[in-house]
């Protein structure tokens, strides 16, 4: 069975750091591109980063410059770097997978798997 699980979430201060991770089972995660995605009360879900099977990545960009997402396809794992985390940026997050096109546009519609998320949350 699929699943991916997220881990790492909690509660920071504005200005802190946290990473996430991703673990990856019941699929060929070197062959699948990944993503990252948040959604916070009342909001639509947005993409936050991507990753291509080959390594690529993309980033929205209220988060660009300060977040990094990488992979490690020998330990099945994804993660997100987070600094200079704000209060804007708390929310749930959730990792999925896909092997479509237009990875890179991270539309939640194009992602096929999902794990169950994890909460940041960011005071000021």
């Known amino acids: 069975q699929v699943q991916l699980v997220e881990s790492g979430g909690g509660s920071v201060q504005s200005g802190g750091s946290l990473r996430l991770s991703c673990a990856a089972s019941g699929f060929t995660f070197s062959t699948y591109n990944m993503g990252w995605f948040r959604q916070a009360p009342g909001e639509e879900r947005e993409g936050v980063a991507g990753i291509h099977s080959f390594g690529g990545t993309a980033y929205a960009p209220s988060v660009k410059g300060r977040f990094t997402i990488s992979r490690d396809n020998a330990k099945n794992t994804m993660y997100l770097q987070m600094n200079s985390l704000k209060p804007e940026d708390t929310a749930v997050y959730y990792c999925?997978?896909?092997?479509?096109?237009?990875?890179?546009?991270?539309?939640?519609?194009?992602?096929?798997?999902w794990g169950q998320g994890t909460q940041v949350t960011v005071s000021s």
């Open positions: 999925a997978a896909q092997r479509s096109s237009l990875w890179w546009l991270l539309r939640s519609s194009d992602f096929d798997y």
